[in-house]
């Protein structure tokens, strides 16, 4: 009886390799991140979620599922490491402490997984989440989605946001200094910053934000201490700051990248570049700024410095990921679509689309610790993997033509059939 059934289950196991049904994605223009070019006619063979073989003329077999992508530009998914998914403010009403006291984290959570959702559909197959999700909010989003409850990206999480005493609040009674821990730990020491570290890794973070220069500026020790603790589970530590002083600080504490970074200086930048440290420039273009409420003449000028930041630093040749950073949404636009404006501020750079490209793709995956797995399209990669309708190379802005998804070999959307 025993061995009727280990033939049995020896006989179906046989059968199902040998009838074991592989994607098979025809890709007529392709986007190879790893040398920035365009290469043609590639041919993607996916199995079991990953990239099996891909080439001009890899074996597949006539019962694979084809999927004909001949016409489109095909690209590795993209990734923008800096998003708020359970954050929105209203047009040109910048009220982050109005959002924090009258929203509850399950409606946080809610929001979070419609906007995970828009990123992905949108091309979007990996987020980096920087914080100010209320009291963990993503950490039930990323959940829901290994549940396969909902789809939604690959999550890179960062937990609560780590601060100087007053997280980014200003003006806030001290006597409620509760209400600002609900986005943000204080953490003044080493071992303060340290024991914050653990508090966010117990809740599910796969990477530690901090704040500096808003309420008060870390010193390069504190920032190592964040560091040098997170290295122990093998996370990064990435930093909010501006310029000056908080900026150098953070590049001597060894963080893995600088969220922001507007004011810069070309010093400051070659160092980062000969340290390794990346720049997530959350570049906000004319629209982003005069949605989240400047008028015209400072989002002209905060514009501005941008570009020049942005052209200094790839001048430079400091290492950059791409992040939005995008909590309100312009007029009739999604999260992505307006996110997707800071690109006005790469192209007044006069940035390579390649280049750009990289910094969504193989750049990005670099930052976040995932370039052994995801950001390119080769042998043994995940299967995530979009396609638009025109070529990104002439113009960035053809990423808004996302039509076709994949996620880990499955298909979340295909406007081509
Ligand atoms: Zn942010």
Redesign the pocket.
Known sequence: MTKNIIFLLAFLITSLTINAQNTVIKAGHFFDARNGKMLENQIIVIQDGKIKEIGTNPKFSDTDSIIDLSNSWVLPGLMDC?V?ITANLPYRNLQMEQMYASESTSLRAIRGSVVAKQFLDNGFTTIKE?G?DANYATADVIKAIKNGWIQGPTIIYAGKIIAPYGGQSSGINPEHELFWNFEYIDADTPDEIKKAVRKNLYNGATVIKMVTGDNGIYNAEDIKAAVDEAKKYNIKVTV?AGGGLAATNVISGGAAGI?HGFQLNNEQLQLMKDKGIFLVG?DFSYDNWYAYGMDSVTATALNNMLVDRLKRAYKIGTPMAFGT?IIVDLPELNRVQSSLKVLETWKAAEIPASYILQTMTIKAAELLGIDKERGILESSYYADIIAVKNNPLNDIESIRTVHFVMKEGEIIRNDNK
């Open positions: 800096h708020h920087i100010n909010h969220e959350t950073d």
